[in-house]
C-alpha cells in the first residue's frame, strides 16, 4: 500500500544504508504484506534541489502515498512521530534535515500484479500476508 | 489531465517500447484531448529501488494522477483492470511483477499553458479535443 | 508545506536558472515560511517523457502538493494564475510548452525536523516565519 519516494543528496546513503532504512520502514507496517511497502530512492544533485528557495546537499525529503488504509484521526500523530523514529538513524544522527508528508489514496483505483488487493478481513488477504505474496483465490474445488 | 509515473528497472524499456507503452496508455483515455496525457518513465537501479525491503530489479511500479475526471464508483473495478489490460504485454508478459496505484486531485488547481482547463461540455474543450492543442478562445467577432 | 516537483528537458536549465525559479516559486508563499517550501528539478530525456504519445523535449510538467492550507473555493483561479505568472519567464517566454497540476493532502500526516508543524496561530508559527527554521517549543521558564 504505501509508496515512499525518497528524495536524498547524492552519495547520502550506501546501498546498505538504503536496504537498512527500506527495513525500518517496512517493519512500521507490521499489519501488511511486506510486498505492499515500495520504495525508491532517489539522490538529487544540490543545483535541483531547494529549500526556501537555498541550494540543499543535507536535506532529505519524503513523500509518500498510503493507499491500503486510512488512519484514524486519533492515530495520526502517534504515527508520525513513529515515522520519524523509524527515520532518525538516517536523517538525524547523521546531521540532515528532513520532512515528509503522507497522502491517502482510494482502496479502489489500486492494482497490484493485475489483481484489486483483498480486503483486509479476507482469507485472500491473510494468505498474501502469511506467503509474502499476490496469488489469485483458487477456484473452489467444489 | 492524468500524469503516469512509471519506476522500472534500468534497461527495462527501450525507446521504441517506451513509445508503444505511451500509446497503449494514452489510448485508455479516448474521451480526452490526447495532449492532457503525461507520462514520465524513470528507471531505478536495484539498489535505489525496494519492495518488502528486498531490492528489486523485475519490479515495475506506477504511479498516476488523474484531475481531469473522477471515476464513478462503479466504474472503477473496470478501469483498474482495463488499465492492466493496457500495460500486459510490458509487464506480465514480460515476466515483471507490477503494481499501480492512482489518485484524483483537484480540477480547480490544474493549468495547462496558462489556461485552466475548460468544462467537458464547452466549445473550448470540444475545439481541444479535436484540433488536439490548447488554444484560448477567440474574442468573438461580433 | 508545498513540494513541487519539476519534469524538465535536459539542460533546460541552467543551475542560475533554477535558483531564480525557485525564488519565484518560493515568493509565491509569502506567508508561509521560507523553509516549507521544497523544489525538486528533474530533468526527464526526451525517449522517457510522453505528452499525447509524442515523446517531447521542449515540455515542462510540474506536479505540486500542498499540505499547510487548502485554498479556499474562491481564490484557486487567482491563484492558478499567479503560479503561471511566477513560472511564466522560465516556460512560456522560453518557448517551453507546460503543465502543472496541484494536490491538497493532509496536514495531520506531515512532519518537519521530527516536529508536527504548528498551527499558524500559534507563537511557534510566528518564530518558524521569523527565524526561518524549525525549532522545538522552549520548555516555560516559569
Redesign the interface.
Known amino acids: 500500500m504505501p509508496?515512499w519516494k525518497i528524495?536524498h543528496p547524492v552519495d547520502a546513503y550506501t546501498?546498505q544504508d538504503?536496504?537498512a532504512l527500506?527495513?525500518r520502514?517496512?517493519?512500521l507496517y507490521p499489519f501488511l504484506?511486506?510486498?505492499?511497502?515500495?520504495?525508491?530512492?532517489?539522490d538529487?544533485p544540490k543545483?535541483?534541489?531547494?529549500?526556501?528557495?537555498k541550494?540543499v546537499d543535507n536535506?532529505v525529503?519524503i513523500?509518500?502515498?498510503?493507499?491500503a488504509k486510512k488512519?484514524d484521526?486519533d492515530s495520526?500523530?502517534g504515527?508520525?512521530?513513529m515515522?520519524?523514529k523509524a527515520l532518525?538513524p538516517f536523517v538525524?544522527e547523521r546531521g540532515y534535515?528532513?520532512?515528509?508528508?503522507?497522502?491517502?489514496?482510494?482502496f479502489?483505483?489500486?492494482?497490484?500484479?493485475?489483481m484489486?488487493p483483498p480486503l483486509e478481513t479476507s482469507e485472500q488477504y491473510k494468505r498474501w500476508k502469511l506467503e509474502?505474496k499476490p496469488t489469485p483465490d483458487a477456484p473452489s474445488a467444489g
Open positions: 509508496l528524495y546501498p538504503k536496504q527500506a527495513e520502514i517496512t517493519n504484506p511486506k510486498f505492499y511497502v515500495g520504495i525508491v530512492f532517489q538529487v543545483d535541483s534541489f531547494y529549500i526556501g528557495a541550494p536535506f525529503r513523500w509518500v502515498d498510503h493507499i488512519l484521526t495520526r500523530e504515527w508520525v512521530r515515522c520519524d532518525a538525524k534535515d528532513w520532512e515528509f508528508h503522507i497522502d491517502e489514496t482510494p479502489t483505483l489500486w492494482s497490484i500484479q493485475g484489486s509474502n
